[in-house]
């Protein structure tokens, strides 16, 4: 009697070799989809502490940029606590989703494969070629669909003052049809929107910005 084959889901660990860009995009992908999530109520990982190590790497890789080399180890060193988060949050993903894809991909990692220690390019960056009214409060954005892409998302926020940060909130979507509706806006209020795409390989980088104001 043949044995069943179980394929077990396991998430992409070997990033030591990847770029600054590329990590940090895989880093920051896993905080937002995991942040709040409640199949992973548990994470090995204060999520807050976890953003604040991405946000230390990310101002150190930029300050590395040159050349001085104590700036280039404290890069090393910021990068270095972010893997080890993490790594954490990975191997707490791969128990905890229970080899169900769907659980697995809403934690934001990317599925390893066999024989592949780092990632490929991710898919292609969508476009949002639409934002129209809905109903009151609600505007409907419309995404470019791109090949190979399993889910979208898209991000929104009122449209800040010049200087000021983004506070950003994101949804998810498994497709572009239809628009999707994002509710309880303001009305009066200018808002931007991006959006990005998830594929087998990993996320995109985020679109250009669309703007609406919700009436």
């Not at 697995?104 to 969508?126: C, E, H, I, R, Y």
């Not at 609600?138 to 991000?155: E, F, G, N």
Request: with cysteine.
């Amino acid at each position: 009697m043949a044995k069943t084959k179980l394929t077990i889901l396991k998430p992409v660990l070997g990033v030591l070799g990847m770029s600054d860009a590329d990590l940090l995009s895989h880093l920051n992908a896993v905080h937002d989809h995991m942040l709040n999530n409640p199949a992973y109520p548990s994470p090995p990982v204060d999520m807050a502490g976890f953003k604040a190590a991405i946000e230390a790497y990310t101002a150190a890789e930029a300050a590395a940029r040159d050349g001085g080399k104590a700036a280039i180890v404290q890069r090393e060193k910021r990068r270095a606590d972010a893997i080890i988060m993490y790594r954490l949050l990975g191997h707490y993903v791969e128990a905890a989703c229970k080899n169900d894809l769907t659980t697995f991909t809403s934690s934001g990692f990317v599925l390893a494969t066999t024989g592949q220690k780092t990632p490929p390019q991710p898919v292609d960056v969508p476009s949002i070629v639409a934002v129209d009214q809905g109903s009151t409060g609600q505007l409907l954005v419309s995404i470019k669909p791109v090949k190979k892409a399993r889910s979208y998302d898209i991000r929104y926020a009122p449209e800040p003052a010049p200087g000021a940060p983004i506070n950003w909130i994101m949804i998810s979507v498994p497709s572009t049809k239809p628009a999707t509706a994002v509710n309880n806006l303001a009305k009066g209020v200018n808002y931007v929107f991006q959006a990005r795409a998830f594929g087998k390989l990993g996320f995109s980088d985020w679109s250009g910005t669309a703007n609406q104001m919700a009436t």
